[in-house]
């Protein structure tokens, strides 16, 4: 699985932003998948997790209420919409592959099995 992210950039605090994770390749498979983020000299931390169905939907504490978590079935693409963004927000947000087809959704990194390159985000005046 190959995971492509993208949205990142520079936005001012309040702004929002949406970031996009397509896989590429003509086979695409249904399964769990997230968001995580990492800033300068942090762990990464869950963002936000969907399950292949798309009824449930996890967030880190950190984010709850100011960011959403969608998918599209049809071309297993993400998006993550970033609203009322903070300086604190900004970091590499790396999209992430579960091959789990369930419910119940990881919330560490090692519960991820594939992992898109990142995309960079940085919340500035």
């Known amino acids: 699985v190959q995971l492509q992210a993208s949205g990142g950039g520079l936005v001012q605090p309040g702004g929002s932003l949406r970031l996009s994770c397509t896989q590429a390749g003509r086979t695409l498979v249904t399964a769990n998948m997230a968001w995580f983020r990492q800033a300068p000299g942090k762990e990464r931390e869950l963002v936000a997790a969907?399950?292949?169905?798309?009824?449930?939907?996890e967030y880190g504490d950190a984010v709850k209420g100011r960011f959403i978590i969608s998918r599209e079935p049809a071309k297993n693409a993400i998006w993550l919409q970033m609203r009322f963004l903070r300086p604190e927000d900004t970091a590499i947000y790396y999209c992430a592959f579960d091959r789990a087809i369930s419910e119940a959704l990881a919330h560490t990194v090692r519960g991820y099995d594939y992992w898109g390159q990142g995309t960079l985000v940085t919340v500035s005046s």
């Open positions: 969907i399950s292949a169905s798309g009824r449930t939907k």
